[in-house]
């Protein structure tokens, strides 16, 4: 699947750059600056899970977050994503590579999930648009919808597995 992707995007820059190759070096240039800016951000997200897989143990990993930790891991898990702000390019990939030492996979759709979609971080900036009473009800509906997601996750596991 990951070549036919590559495949694709190829084909599709050079029908591109075959129609206006003008159009497509400035799009590959905007992209080129784009990855340049994010570039700290994955490097510095990259060595912080790398760190911490180095660190913690893959049985402690499996006893916060696994599969066995149940709700409580999904509550920390919850508790970690709401926290965070990490971009979504980089919490797919840490997601994986932490199932891979041990974590559980609604543990961490959950933490993906509060990840995407709580922003205790930017909840003062959201404030100031929409008003604390419609930030923290977007919040708190948010926040349990994600544990609604990581039941489902399971139960998609549970019966695939």
């Not at 008003?131 to 998609?156: C, E, H, K, Q």
């Amino acid at each position: 699947m990951t070549w036919f992707l590559y495949l694709a995007a190829a084909g599709g820059l050079a029908i591109s750059a075959f129609f206006s190759p003008g159009k497509t070096k400035m799009s590959l240039l905007k992209a080129w600056k784009s990855f340049i800016n994010v570039l700290p951000a994955l490097i510095a997200m990259l060595l912080l899970v790398s760190i911490m897989i180095a660190l913690l143990p893959e049985r402690l990993i499996a006893r916060l977050i696994g599969s066995e930790s149940g709700i409580w891991g999904q509550f920390l898990a919850s508790l970690i994503g709401s926290a965070t702000l990490i971009p979504a390019f980089v919490a797919f990939p840490m997601a994986k590579v932490l199932m891979q030492h041990g974590a559980g996979a609604a543990q961490m759709a959950v933490f993906v999930s509060t990840l995407m979609m709580v922003g205790v971080a930017t909840a003062p900036l959201e404030a100031s648009f929409f008003g604390w009473r419609a930030t923290i009800l977007r919040n708190g509906m948010a926040y349990f919808y994600s544990f609604l997601v990581g039941y489902v996750v399971f139960g998609a596991v549970t019966i695939w597995a």
